[in-house]
T-cell receptor, first 112, second 115 residues
Framework: NAGVTQTPKFRVLKTGQSMTLLCAQD?????MYWYRQDPGMGLRLIHY???????AKGEVPDGYNVSRLKKQNFLLGLESAAPSQTSVYFC???????????FGPGTRLTVL | RKEVEQDPGPFNVPEGATVAFNCTYS??????FFWYRQDCRKEPKLLMS???SGNEDGRFTAQLNRASQYISLLIRDSKLSDSATYLC????????????????FGRGTSLIVHP
């Protein structure tokens, strides 16, 4: 079992460029989440999904879009990157909202 | 006011010390509570769930106080390897049709254990 994987691990973008972060899990979890972590801010929820084909906004959704076309994958898109989106992005999955979340290793994104 | 609050620390303690962290939450309808550990530049990992009756795992004890709306984590006999950031997680009602509780993280408490 690979658990939760994220690609890429690192990325540098220029302002205005777009990119997609991929999260994959092999635990057959229904719930998947995208967080960003900034110094002193803890983890903040961007978007989440309660099942294939469904997504919902979290605490800080602006500037991001997501898709959950397959149960095992959750994609996070940045259409026009801004320096304020420089952060570490973590994906997580869980069996239910009351169970443990399993996290991927993170993607370190810098927007110049 | 943030929904889940933690003292960021750092808590700087010698090996062998006992240290306790609290985490307060604002939504009385919160259902599930967890403590996660995060090492520098790594992903968070579950340390323990927090049950109404409290729970203990070796040197770690977690408790829930619903009346005062806080959870606590007690670490006994601190080890150098306990140095990390401890994240409190509270599942809060998303207030959406169909109902779902979404996890909300505190900002974390930094623990440094020194020789």
């Amino acid at each position: 079992n690979a658990g939760v994987t994220q690609t890429p691990k690192f990325r540098v973008l220029k302002t205005g460029q777009s990119m997609t972060l991929l999260c994959a899990q092999d635990m057959n979890h229904e719930y998947m989440y995208w967080y960003r972590q900034d110094p002193g801010m803890g983890l903040r929820l961007i978007h989440y999904s309660v099942g294939e084909g469904t997504t919902a906004k979290g605490e800080v959704p602006d500037g991001y879009n997501v898709s959950r076309l397959k149960k095992q994958n959750f994609l996070l898109g940045l259409e026009s990157a801004a320096p304020s989106q420089t952060s570490v992005y973590f994906c997580a999955s869980s069996y239910s909202t009351s169970s443990e979340q399993f996290f991927g290793p993170g993607t370190r994104l810098t927007v110049l | 006011r943030k929904e889940v609050e933690q003292d960021p620390g750092p808590f700087n303690v010698p090996e062998g010390a006992t240290v306790a962290f609290n985490c307060t939450y604002s939504n009385s309808a919160s259902q599930s509570f967890f403590w996660y550990r995060q090492d520098c530049r790594k992903e968070p990992k579950l340390l323990m769930s927090v049950y109404s009756s409290g729970n203990e795992d070796g040197r770690f004890t977690a408790q829930l106080n619903r009346a005062s709306q806080y959870i606590s984590l007690l670490i006994r006999d601190s080890k150098l390897s306990d140095s990390a950031t401890y994240l409190c997680v509270v599942n809060i009602d998303a207030l959406r049709p169909g109902g779902s509780y979404i996890p909300t993280f505190g900002r974390g408490t930094s623990l440094i254990v020194h020789p």
